[in-house]
C-alpha cells in the first residue's frame, strides 16, 4: 500500500482539551486534504463515542479517505475501518485473523529489535517512535531520535510512519530520515481550534509534504 504522506491522529482527549469536536475535527482535516485519519481514544468507549466514530466513518467513506481505529479491534470490526495496535494491543497476528485479509492494519515499534519482528507481522504498515519529545502520550517510550529513524529504516521495506514530537518544524528530518508518512498529533491542532484554522493547518501539513 502507499501510505499518505500525512497520518493525522485524532487523539480524543487533545481535541477535548481544545474544545474541539471529534466529528468537527475529522471534517476539517478532510477538507484540508487528508487521505487517512486515526481515531485515538483512551477512554471507554461509551454509545456517544461509538455514534461520532461512525459519524467520522461515514465522512472519511464520501471524502474517499481511509479511516484507522487505535487499539480496539471489536469497533473497527463494527465501523468496518482499519485498525493501529501497540506493543502491548491484541497481537497483529490475531487482529489479522478478526478483522480480515483485506483491512488496514498498522503496528507501532519503538525500537530496531520490534521493528525487526514487526516485519514478519501481517501488516501493512509500521510506525516507528517516539521521534522526538512528545506531551500526547503519558508514559511516552524512550525517544529514539532521527537517526535511529534513518537507520532502522533499512530494516522493513513496509511503509513507516514517523510518530512521536513531530511539527511542521521538524517534519522534514523525519522525511528525510525515510519515513514515508509523518503521523500528528498535536502539531495538527492550532492554538485556536476552529473548523477553518484545522483546514488550513491540515493544508499547511499537505504543502509540506509536497516538498521532499
Not at 107 to 119: I, K, M, W, Y
Amino acid at each position: 500500500m502507499k501510505l499518505p504522506r500525512v497520518y493525522p491522529i485524532l487523539d480524543t482527549e487533545s481535541l477535548e482539551a481544545r474544545g474541539i469536536g471529534l466529528e468537527m475535527a475529522a471534517a476539517a482535516m478532510l477538507e484540508g486534504g487528508a487521505g487517512i485519519l486515526q481515531i485515538r481514544h483512551k477512554a471507554h468507549w461509551g454509545r456517544d463515542m461509538f455514534e461520532a466514530a461512525r459519524a467520522v466513518a461515514r465522512l472519511c467513506g464520501g471524502a474517499g479517505a481511509r479511516l484507522v481505529v487505535n487499539d480496539r479491534a471489536d469497533f473497527a470490526m463494527l465501523l468496518k475501518t482499519g485498525l493501529h495496535v501497540g506493543q502491548d494491543d491484541l497481537a497483529p497476528r490475531d487482529a489479522r485473523m478478526l478483522l480480515g485479509p483485506d483491512a488496514l492494519v498498522g503496528f507501532s515499534t519503538h525500537n530496531a529489535e520490534q521493528l525487526r519482528e514487526a516485519a514478519e507481522e501481517p501488516v501493512d504498515y509500521l510506525a516507528f517512535g517516539p521521534v522526538f519529545p512528545t506531551a500526547s502520550k503519558r508514559n511516552p517510550d524512550p525517544v529514539a531520535g532521527v537517526e535511529a529513524l534513518r537507520r532502522c529504516r533499512a530494516l522493513v521495506s513496509k511503509p513507516l510512519a514517523a510518530i512521536g514530537g513531530i511539527t511542521l518544524a521538524n517534519a522534514l528530518d523525519a522525511f528525510r530520515a525515510g519515513a514515508d508518512s509523518v503521523a500528528v498529533i498535536a502539531g495538527m491542532l492550532p492554538e485556536a481550534a476552529t473548523a477553518r484554522s484545522l483546514r488550513e493547518r491540515m493544508e499547511e501539513w499537505q504543502q509540506l509534504a509536497t516538498t521532499v
